[in-house]
């Protein structure tokens, strides 16, 4: 069966120091990835989404970066994160060429101080 | 772009009562998904229903893909229940977009 798994779990960092969430996904191959944003009482914001190796699209402006850098891992950095960067970020993961049905990872808390 | 509206955003239930949550999206999707985030955050699948009607247990739901709206219903309620439901609908591999969620508090 097909697990994904997100660390750190939880996360307090300064206003101006670098960021790197990790996703990774076991028990399939080609997997598309997406990184969302929860901001508290909301719903899910799509941040990024990759459909292979290398292969990031972006659907906001904002202070963070992903990359692709194997065919099951998938990273959230920041240079330089801001207060504004504090949420919950959940990966999620659908098969390629299904559905697209979307299964999440457990999520990592970020609290920029 | 698509836009979803869910509705109400907070029910509040004694345990044993039924309801109906509702989500209402703006154009045609290929996917539609229902989740429960429990009280760590952990989002579950509980429907994937881009049409149809299905059942799980005391949930089901139905979407009207023709009139864009879904229903998911929840019967015999339990304290269990408690927590947000989300809508979630899908134009493509990459392209989502969440509802605000209905907040489901079931008391005993």
């Known amino acids: 069966s097909q697990t994904i798994h997100q660390w750190p779990a939880t996360l307090v960092q300064p206003v101006g120091s670098p960021l790197s969430l990790e996703c990774t996904v076991e028990g399939t191959s080609n997997p598309n990835l997406y990184w969302y944003r929860q901001a508290a009482g909301r719903g899910l914001q799509l941040l990024f989404y990759s459909v292979g190796i290398g292969q990031i699209s972006s659907e906001v402006p904002q202070n963070l970066s992903a990359s692709r850098p194997q065919d099951r891992q998938f990273i959230l950095s920041s240079k330089k994160l801001l207060l504004s960067d504090s949420g919950f970020y959940l990966c999620?993961?659908?098969?390629?060429?299904?559905?697209?049905?979307?299964?999440f990872g457990p999520g990592t808390r970020l609290t920029v101080t | 772009g698509i836009q979803v509206e869910q509705s109400p955003p907070d029910l509040i239930l004694q345990e044993g009562a039924n309801s109906t949550l509702r989500c209402n999206f703006s154009d045609s999707v290929n996917n539609l998904q229902w989740f429960h985030q429990n009280p760590w955050g952990q989002l579950i699948n509980l429907f994937y229903?881009?049409?149809g009607t299905k059942q799980n247990g005391r949930l089901s739901a139905t979407t009207v893909a023709t009139e864009r709206y879904s229903l998911l219903y929840i019967s015999s309620s339990q304290t269990t229940d408690s927590g947000v439901y989300f809508c979630?609908?899908?134009?493509?591999?990459?392209?989502?977009?969440f509802g605000d969620g209905t907040t489901l508090t079931v008391k005993p």
């Open positions: 229903i881009p049409s």
């Open positions: 979630a609908v899908f134009t493509n591999a990459g392209k989502s977009t």
């Open positions: 999620a993961w659908s098969a390629r060429g299904g559905s697209y049905e979307q299964y």
